[in-house]
T-cell receptor, first 112, second 115 residues
Framework: GESVGLHLPTLSVQEGDNSIINCAYS??????FIWYKQESGKGPQFIIDIRSNMDKRQGQRVTVLLNKTVKHLSLQIAATQPGDSAVYFCAENSGSARQLTFGSGTQLTVLP | GAGVSQSPSNKVTEKGKDVELRCDPI?????LYWYRQSLGQGLEFLIYFQGNSAPDKSGLPSDRFSAERTGGSVSTLTIQRTQQEDSAVYLC?????????????FGQGTRLTVV
């Protein structure tokens, strides 16, 4: 989707609830996807990745779902905590280009 | 080093001056990326180095921007005749190239302010 010049989408959740952050990608040749978390004043940090031969992958409190049919990626965070407040970016990589292309990001705010 | 190191962490420069931003990738990482992030925005790809291959410069916004990577390790991003719209955080990342995709590790970034 469009990202340049627009404010980041926001998502507010209550502490303890589950969060779902969505990402649409455009390159059907992309074969590797990553979710990054960026806290204020810091560089993005790796959360979880998934390859295109999978449709689901689980980590600690996080799950990534990949729907290649509609080119959609989601990040689910279980029992969201205040420390989860950050901007979340999805990134895709197509084998031929090798560079990572980032989505526009979503600002997650966890409410007490 | 243990992670990607960028210097300086902050840079204030006058409009029209040239600046150089430095990135020390993780030792052994053959892939190196530069991204730009304006306040409250996403990451804009600038340039990608992979080993001895020709860099992918497709993201450089103008010919005032250039980058080099010496000896397959340290990289320098140079912005000539800086403009106020160049103000942003410049992020460097590196990854271990292999036949299987791996994640990129980011530095803390250099915050550039052009006054």
């Amino acid at each position: 989707g469009e990202s340049v010049g627009l404010h980041l989408p926001t998502l507010s959740v209550q502490e303890g609830d589950n969060s779902i952050i969505n990402c649409a990608y455009s390159n059907s040749a992309s074969d590797y996807f990553i979710w990054y978390k960026q806290e204020s004043g810091k560089g993005p940090q790796f959360i979880i990745d998934i390859r295109s031969n999978m449709d689901k992958r689980q980590g600690q409190r996080v799950t990534v779902l990949l729907n290649k049919t509609v080119k959609h990626l989601s990040l689910q965070i279980a029992a969201t905590q205040p420390g989860d407040s950050a901007v979340y970016f999805c990134a895709e990589n197509s084998g031929s280009a090798r560079q990572l292309t980032f989505g526009s990001g979503t600002q997650l705010t966890v409410l007490p | 080093g243990a992670g990607v190191s960028q210097s300086p962490s902050n840079k204030v420069t006058e409009k029209g001056k040239d600046v150089e931003l430095r990135c020390d990738p993780i030792s052994g990482h053959t892939a190196l990326y530069w991204y730009r992030q304006s306040l409250g925005q996403g990451l804009e790809f600038l340039i990608y180095f992979q080993g001895n291959s020709a860099p992918d410069k497709s993201g450089l916004p103008s010919d005032r921007f250039s980058a080099e990577r010496t000896g397959g390790s340290v990289s320098t991003l140079t912005i000539q005749r800086t403009q106020q719209e160049d103000s942003a955080v410049y992020l460097c990342a590196s990854s271990l190239y292999s036949s299987v995709n791996t994640e990129a590790f980011f530095g803390q970034g250099t915050r550039l302010t052009v006054v």
